[in-house]
């Protein structure tokens, strides 16, 4: 079974920084492009970050930009997204998804194949 586990949501104030995780089980990241996707309460999906399958190819949102980063760990099997000087509006919970037919580069677009249950982040004083 294809699966995706985030961890590492949170409450966060204004400024500060959190790290979201996405382990992959039943499979292997290294075959797939990776993204971050975000939903708020309210409003649309939205794309804030994906990587090619090799690495080489990262998109971020222009919402972001500057702010977050997007990682893997080969060895485990795992997608980071780092999130520096957060803000209210950052508030969502935030999914991982992956797809293998995304042979070049990512999209912030598109629906991934995978998709994991998602982490809530709430950026509040």
């Known amino acids: 079974q294809l699966q995706l586990v985030e961890s590492g949501g949170g409450l966060v104030q204004p400024g500060g920084s959190l790290t979201l995780s996405c382990a992959a089980s039943?499979?292997?990241?290294?075959?797939?492009?990776a993204g971050w996707f975000r939903q708020a309460p309210g409003k649309e999906r939205e794309g804030v970050s994906c990587?090619?399958?090799?690495?080489?190819?990262?998109v971020y949102a222009d919402s972001v930009k500057g702010r977050f980063t997007i990682s893997r760990d080969w060895t485990k099997n795992t997608v980071y997204l780092q999130m520096n000087s957060l803000k209210p509006e950052d508030t969502a919970v935030y999914y991982c998804?992956?797809?293998?037919?995304?042979?070049?580069?990512?999209?912030?677009?598109?629906?991934?194949?995978?998709r994991g249950q998602g982490t809530q982040v709430t950026v509040s004083s």
């Open positions: 998804a992956a797809d293998r037919r995304l042979t070049d580069g990512c999209s912030l677009q598109r629906t991934y194949e995978v």
């Open positions: 039943g499979f292997t990241l290294d075959n797939y492009a």
């Open positions: 990587m090619s399958r090799r690495g080489g190819v990262t």
